[in-house]
């Protein structure tokens, strides 16, 4: 028995291997020069007919074992106060209604009210209770910093529902699934990764021989293009840009980040400089690679505290016309692909026009989200080598000038807003440090000195009824 499987299994190898080589060899010619053999867009068309195909399947399955849930009952409970969660915005509200809106009552700051005893109650912390528990349940800061869940099963192990037996064909198509994007797939895109980084540390030296001149410059941009679409193709890209007449061409380009494949979608379409930390290790051989052809930004981790050096070498950048437009992702770490959280203002206090990019991933055929506090960066690259694919939209929106009487954090909200317009993202102002630190003291305060002001409002309204009663 165990000598016929082992011939069966030498047989489909003898079978499988001249195919295979030969389409090793035509993907390693054409990757170079971001050509396919036209297939990709079907590849594509062919597993959305596949998850659609599952998604019906494990409706039916619900249906018949009735699991569907009835949606929660419309209208307002009267469980969350907006106006008790104070989100870190330095305009702080200014008015407090009360619940039954027969009276408004303004407020500038505490001390304009303090010169009174205050008189609290029992309850007057009950809003604040229902408003905390409200928070963990619908935390909207947190699940940012996790995998975006899915609506429907697309074939992956890497899922967060448990495993379910609902039909044979099902069954079958994850198992030939499974052997496609790990015996056929996997091979294939480590072999163009292994050749596309050797090929941009051989190109990137080679360009930095040369002489200083315009031709260096052209061929620099033509190259770096050249260099991250043939690295693309170890991931199976396909990446739609949207508005190409606003590419950016100099200054600062900002857009959201969900993944440091980010940096390799945008420069297949147009060639980057990029500020971030120096590294060693792989990042430091692609760092070091890319420095040799052109000018990009590195800085020590020591020196991050350092803003005005920083700033500095950004401004001289920019006022550079002969040097490539800078990529800049002022969130400062990844999101998972659903929200854009708070900017820094450092990048927008130079001057200058500001390209903003809004990138959004097409979560179905693999999570491109990075959650760098449980992988690292080789495990992340296998999760991304065995996913189907990696599918996004890039949309180029019009350069943004800053306005005369707008701060820089003004500026930062505002291109922060039209991004995630664009790419149909949820708009948060929170900082996304908050995966790595706890809440700044001055939120803390700011939620503090809010439930002063209302408390000092009612108690205010109590006296002016009692007022009238005596009256």
């Known amino acids: ?21 030969v ?30 195909f599952g998604r019906k399947r494990l409706e039916q399955n619900r249906n018949r074992k009735n699991l569907l849930s009835e949606d929660a009952a419309d209208g307002d409970d009267g469980f969350a106060d907006d106006k008790l969660l104070l989100v870190p915005d330095p305009d702080a509200e200014k008015t407090h209604q009360h619940e039954n809106g027969r009276r408004i ?13 205050v008189t609290y109650h029992l309850d007057s912390c009950l809003d604040y209770v229902k408003s905390a528990l409200q928070a963990i349940v619908d935390d909207e800061v947190t699940k940012r910093f996790e995998a975006e869940e899915l609506k429907s ?8 529902q448990d495993f379910q037996f609902i039909s044979w064909r099902l069954t079958l198509l994850w198992f030939i699934g499974f052997f496609f994007r790990y015996c056929f797939l996997l091979p294939v895109r480590i072999t163009i990764f292994i050749t596309s980084v050797a090929w941009m540390v051989v190109a990137m030296s080679l360009l930095g021989c040369l002489p200083d001149s315009s031709a260096r410059r052209w061929a620099v941009q033509h190259v770096n293009v050249f260099c991250f679409q043939f690295l693309s193709n170890s991931l199976s890209a396909v990446v739609t840009y949207h ?14 980040h969900t993944t440091p494949v980010d940096i390799m979608v945008l420069s297949c379409d147009q060639a980057y400089s990029l500020i971030g930390q120096r590294h060693s290790g792989f990042l430091g051989l692609l760092q070091r690679a890319l420095t040799r052809a052109s000018s990009h ?9 350092d803003r005005s050096a920083v700033t500095r070498r950004l401004k001289e950048h920019v006022d550079d016309p002969t040097k490539l437009p800078i990529l800049i992702f002022p969130e400062g770490t990844c999101i998972n692909n659903t929200s854009v959280m708070q900017f820094k203002k450092g990048s927008f206090e130079v001057g200058g026009a500001i390209y903003p990019v809004a990138i959004r991933y097409d979560h179905r055929f693999g999570d491109a989200f990075w959650n760098s506090s449980q992988y690292s960066m080789l495990h992340y690259l296998y999760m991304m080598m065995t996913s189907w694919a990696i599918v996004c939209d890039v949309w180029y929106l019009p350069p943004t000038q800053r306005r005369p009487t707008e701060t820089a954090i003004e500026f930062a909200n505002r291109v922060k807003a039209s991004i995630a317009s664009a790419g149909g993202l949820v708009d948060l102002m929170w900082d996304g440090q908050l995966k790595r630190m706890s809440v700044k003291k001055e939120w803390r305060e700011k939620q503090q000195q809010h439930f002063t002001r209302r408390m000092l409002a009612v108690d205010q309204k109590l006296r002016e009824e009692q007022r009238e009663k005596d009256e």
């Open 297 to 305: 930004i590195w800085f020590e981790r020591g020196e991050v505290k």
């Open 23 to 52: 389409l090793y060899t035509t993907l390693m010619i054409l990757a170079p020069f971001g050509l396919s053999l036209g297939v990709r867009k079907k590849y594509i068309q062919l597993l959305i007919n596949i998850f659609e």
């Open 1 to 21: 028995m165990v000598a016929f499987v082992a011939m069966m299994l030498n047989g489909v190898f003898m079978f499988l291997v001249p195919p295979l080589l």
């Open 153 to 160: 099963w697309n074939m992956l192990t890497r899922t967060q």
């Open 243 to 256: 508005n190409p007449e606003n590419r950016p061409r100099q200054g600062i380009c900002v857009a959201n």
């Open 105 to 117: 009552l303004r407020m500038n700051t505490v001390e304009d009210m303090t010169d009174a005893p």
